[in-house]
């Protein structure tokens, strides 16, 4: 009786795999969605609706991802972002955000396993978010899952822990403003600050303007004829102060005063143009941020899903999803089937001439 239900069971099995491929190639007749994101929400509704633990909640959402995962690489959708653990779920009661920190580590050693859904589609796994705000087994597990996956390359999923999209932009701006200040103490060896260039000797040149000093060379010490022509790069006129120090002797001093400020005034100009030019070094543009953001890994989203009903993005991919459509099914995330999704990418193919042409627009 019990081999007979176990082949029953494994006969429907096969008939919903095969009805569900007939139904994704009618579906990839439309475009399909190159990268689809989950906001992952309704785990402890759901617990509380069914009187159980909030644990037991956390564990149904995470065999619904498995299921939706499966789903979106057989139709062909390369990358999956989900929304795991933000940031703000710190906050949360030290027994809950402990459960979830043991269910995440738990899981990712699952999805090492031979036979996970990770090694049967290929699927390169990325951790996105402050990992330094795990705890240190959760951290562990996660980078050796990304490294296990490293040569993977049919399929990516992002798993979005420890983060938030304004800790994401305030990161990248970080890293963006402290790549340019690299770049500009790597400048002929110089280091800049409010203006002033450090480490730079008498007669050496930044961007093609030779540095002199100005102070020592508008103390007087400077006169006659050798000095008159401010525009000459400092070493030079020293030359011309060697070859011509028998004859300006003969100057008068009372031209002394006028030629000193010739002097002081070429070589202030001098210094502005070289500070002129110093304000052409490029400052830090959107390409620069963009590349230092945590999901500089994927292409931004195509489609948002958020399940239970809310249109909130939570502080999720706030920089990615400017013209992404946002799909929200009232069931909550353990609820979330085949059909939700199949109706996503419906409204998305329908939509999308002209989403295509707003980024066009952009």
């Given amino acids: 009786m019990e081999k007979s239900a176990i082949g029953a069971s494994q006969r429907l099995g096969g ?40 644990a037991e909640g956390h564990k149904a959402g995470y065999l619904a991802l498995m299921s939706i995962l499966r789903y979106c690489y057989e139709l062909g959708v390369k990358y999956v972002t989900v929304y795991a653990f933000s940031i703000d779920n710190f906050k949360r009661r030290p027994e809950e955000v402990q459960t979830l920190m043991d269910l995440l580590q738990e899981k990712i050693e699952v999805l090492l396993e031979k036979e996970s859904i990770v090694n049967q589609y290929g699927i390169r796994v990325y951790f996105i978010g402050n990992l330094k705000l795990l705890n240190e087994p959760v951290r562990v597990a996660a980078e050796k899952a990304m490294k296990a996956t490293a040569n993977n390359s049919k399929a990516v999923l992002l798993i979005c822990v420890a983060y938030t999209s304004c800790d994401e932009i305030v990161h990248a701006v970080q890293e963006s403003c402290t790549e340019k200040r690299n770049e500009i103490q790597a400048l002929n060896g110089t280091k800049v600050s409010n203006g002033v260039v450090y480490g730079v000797e008498k007669g050496e040149k ?18 006659g004829e050798a000095a008159l022509d401010a525009s000459k790069p400092c070493s030079e006129r020293d030359e011309a102060d060697e070859k011509k120090n028998t004859t300006v002797n003969h100057v008068e001093k009372d031209k002394g005063g006028e030629v000193a400020s ?72 353990p609820e979330l089937g085949l059909w939700h999704l199949v109706w996503a990418v419906l409204n998305f193919q329908r939509n999308h001439y002209y989403l295509e042409k707003k980024r066009k627009q952009m």
């Fill in 15 to 54: 008939l919903g795999t095969f009805l569900r491929k007939c139904m994704f190639s009618v579906v990839s007749v439309g475009p399909i969605p190159e990268h689809i994101a989950f906001i992952m929400d309704g785990n402890r509704r759901y617990a509380k609706r069914r009187n159980l633990p909030v």
């Fill in 206 to 223: 930044i961007n093609g303007v030779m540095e002199c000093d100005v102070h020592k060379s508008c103390n007087g010490s400077l006169d």
């Fill in 262 to 333: 010739r002097i002081c005034n070429g070589l202030i100009e001098d210094v502005q143009e070289s500070e002129k030019l110093l304000h052409k070094i490029p400052n830090v543009k959107l390409v620069d941020v963009e590349k230092h953001l945590y999901m500089a890994v994927a292409p931004d989203p195509d489609i948002m899903i958020r399940t239970s009903g809310e249109t909130r993005l939570s502080n999720f991919l706030l920089w990615q999803t400017s013209n992404c459509p946002l799909y929200s099914p009232a069931a909550l995330w």
